[in-house]
């Protein structure tokens, strides 16, 4: 099996236990060497501040480069290029643009009066700066809002036309899954890096049930899977297992890169990146 490139995926704590999570989690997943790591924006860009705390003391702290979430959401376009610039001024140069999920309640995404109609003007927008290397989301399994998959397919290659240099998929549980929607980016002429974002599951039920918000086909043989997996009290080992035969799989179909969606819980993530014999030797002493 070839080598991949792993990256990890955070959120900002909004309580005292939360932030001591975060760092904890920092700690554990560090010493992995992601190529960057990611820190999200809350719905309704309610966790603006947090997020920009987030960002800069990883980065100062721990020495990992740094990808900011940034969403349309709630803010004008001048508000929002200003945290931009924060980041810049902070020595962040990455920046992950997305259209953002509404505030809890608003049912769908509306634009604020003054600001960014969609995340296609933002990227524009930030790849005007020239500051930034610019990630976007893209969609294996139809996005909500989509009307159908090419639609998926044909909003991302505007993403990518507009300045964004590579896309993180939203997660997803089988392999064909993002390669038949990497087939169908290749056909529309996409060739920017498309990273599949793995989800270790913590928790099946929470998992599923965000999987249902999302749009994400949770497989019957999943569901029966870690229904008897729950009998016999073996969900963390049929998690990791699982997770592992995905990213196995992946790598094997020719991905170079891989993007975990943590939850602020590094122990699965970690024991996956392990069992791929993707983490550095230095790493692997510290556990022994």
């Known amino acids: ?20 999570r975060l760092w904890d989690t ?3 997943l560090a010493p992995l060497e992601p190529s960057f790591v990611s820190v999200t924006y809350g719905a309704g860009g309610t966790t603006r501040k947090l997020t920009h705390e987030a960002v800069t003391t990883i980065g100062k702290n721990y020495g990992l480069n ?11 376009r ?16 990455e920046i992950v643009a997305l259209r953002g ?51 998926d397919v044909d909003w991302l290659k505007r993403k990518i036309d507009a300045g964004a240099s590579s896309a993180i998929t939203q997660f997803f549980f089988e392999a064909d899954t993002f390669f038949r929607f990497r087939d169908r980016c290749l056909r529309a ?5 498309i990273i599949p974002g793995i989800l270790p599951i913590e ?39 699982l997770c592992t035969e995905l990213c196995t799989d992946l ?24 069992a791929l014999g993707l983490a550095p030797e230095a790493a692997l002493e510290n556990v022994a």
């Open 1 to 20: 099996m070839a080598a991949a490139r792993i990256s990890f995926e955070f959120f900002p704590p909004k309580s005292l236990p939360a932030s001591f």
């Open 26 to 28: 920092v700690r554990t």
């Open 66 to 76: 740094v990808a900011a979430h940034l969403t349309c959401v709630d803010a004008s």
């Open 78 to 93: 001048e508000e929002t290029l200003a945290i931009a610039q924060d980041y810049a001024a902070a020595g962040v140069r």
């Open 101 to 151: 999920d509404p505030p809890a309640g608003a049912g769908t995404f509306v634009p604020h009066p003054e600001g960014f109609a969609s995340s296609i003007d933002l990227i524009e927008a930030l790849a005007d700066t020239g500051k930034f290397n610019i990630r976007v989301g893209a969609y294996p399994d139809r996005h909500p809002e989509a009307a159908d998959d090419q639609a």
């Open 189 to 193: 002429g996409i060739d920017a890096p």
């Open 203 to 241: 928790n099946f039920d929470g998992v599923r049930a965000f999987a249902e918000r999302c749009g994400t086909t949770v497989p019957a043989w999943l569901s029966d899977a870690f229904a008897a997996a729950k009998r016999d009290d073996r969900h963390d080992l049929l998690a990791t297992a």
């Open 251 to 274: 790598i094997d179909g020719g991905v170079e890169d891989l993007h975990f969606y943590t939850l602020n819980k590094p122990q699965l993530t970690r024991d996956v990146v392990h």
